[in-house]
């Protein structure tokens, strides 16, 4: 062959070559299930590492807010939190609601709803209290953010009615649990619910489809869960997992 045609021809073959998307072994890989990692507000005096594992192993999860007090004294949805939220949109997380003042819905009463705040008043709310409540947090969020939460909320504690849920859907809210093997037990007592244990409950437990929650920090344990979401996430990746964020369809 001509030196010039080996050159053309060398030159296609280059070319080409970038085109023809050989993917890596483990992008190939089928996913063995779908698991959806999720956050409360929380504390959120693990917040800023919490982040760091989720982008160090490419993960997305989906945060639910409320106005909580923080362990640095301020609220998690203050302005001081702004650079926070704004990150983790950019990062491409999903974010719902946890209502505003992180009260809990006791039980219904006709067409209102028992509403318990954290210090210890109860108030009776109508529907439309009820989407006040979801809808606080969003509007600040946007504030922070120039974005809207998706339309989803959580219960503080996993605690709903059915009023509570049916004013929640009509004013455009879906409401997202947990499974039970998702339940990661970072708000139990590290004394009786030790890290090695949680962890390797959630390893052997979890399967396709699962809703997974946690929290940013926690006050109620001394020995935090939080350092253990790195070796979590590595362990059920190796078990074939793949993770997504929660959206409304």
Known sequence: MKPELQHLLLALLTSTLPALAIPDAHAAAACKGTLYLTFDTGNMRHAESIADTLARHGVKATFFLAQEETSRGDHALDASWASYWRARVAEGHAFGSHTWRHGSFRSDSGQQVRYRLP???????????????????????????????????????????????????????????????????????????????????????????????????????????????????????????????????
């Open 119 to 249: 210090d210890g008043h109860t108030e009776i709310l109508d529907a439309r209290a009820v989407c006040e409540e979801l809808q606080r947090s969003d509007v600040r969020f946007q504030e922070l953010t120039g974005r809207r939460l998706d339309p989803l909320w959580r219960a503080p504690g996993g605690r709903t009615t059915p009023n509570t849920l049916a004013a929640a859907q009509a004013c455009g809210y879906q409401h997202v649990g947990w499974a039970p093997a998702g339940f990661l037990g970072d708000e139990l007592p590290s004394d009786t619910y030790p890290n090695p244990v949680l962890l390797q409950r959630a390893l052997d437990r979890l399967k396709d489809g699962d809703i997974v929650m946690a929290h940013l920090g926690i006050w109620s344990r001394k020995d935090p869960f939080a350092p253990m979401l790195d070796p979590l996430i590595s362990g059920l990746k190796n078990k074939g997992f793949c993770f997504a964020t929660r959206r409304a369809p």
